[in-house]
């Protein structure tokens, strides 16, 4: 059921892996991150006002 996998495609999945996490998943999730954080800012100075009021 397992197939056992060769060293070399080990380190090439893992090389993908790498990849995918740091130039893909790591910059989006942080623009999403920002945005979630600036927009529950924005919402909460349209209910309580901004800081200074």
């Not at 999945?13 to 942080?30: D, G, Y």
């Amino acid at each position: 059921m397992n197939k056992a996998i060769s060293p070399e495609q080990q380190q090439k999945h893992e090389r993908n892996t790498f990849i995918f996490l740091a130039v893909f998943l790591a910059p989006i999730l942080s623009v999403i991150i920002v945005a979630g954080f600036g927009f529950a800012v924005w919402i909460s100075q349209i209910f309580l006002g901004p800081p200074s009021a």
